[in-house]
């Protein structure tokens, strides 16, 4: 099983390899989350989205806590 770290790592990873870092910076870890079945680590990122507005936007990566590969990218909104 991955540890909170390795699993932290693959999702910044995995949002660098998919993004130009010319539209965004500032990637922050957030939230981390281990699921009840301990199955799945749950990792919010952040990051500055530099367009027309500056803001952060949120992404949470589901990652298998056996193999460590990213199931799912979803978009959070945070209120």
């Known amino acids: 099983m991955i540890d909170v770290k390795e699993a932290a790592k693959t999702a910044s990873e995995y949002l660098t390899g998919l993004y130009s ?12 989350e281990l699921t009840e079945d301990e199955k799945y680590w749950l990792i919010t990122l952040s990051y500055s989205d530099k367009k027309l507005i500056p803001r952060r936007e949120y992404k949470v990566f589901k990652i298998d806590a056996e ?11 945070v209120s």
């Open 67 to 77: 193999t460590g590969k990213v199931q799912a990218m979803k978009i959070r909104t």
């Open 21 to 32: 870092l010319a539209s965004w910076d500032d990637v922050r870890l957030e939230e981390v």
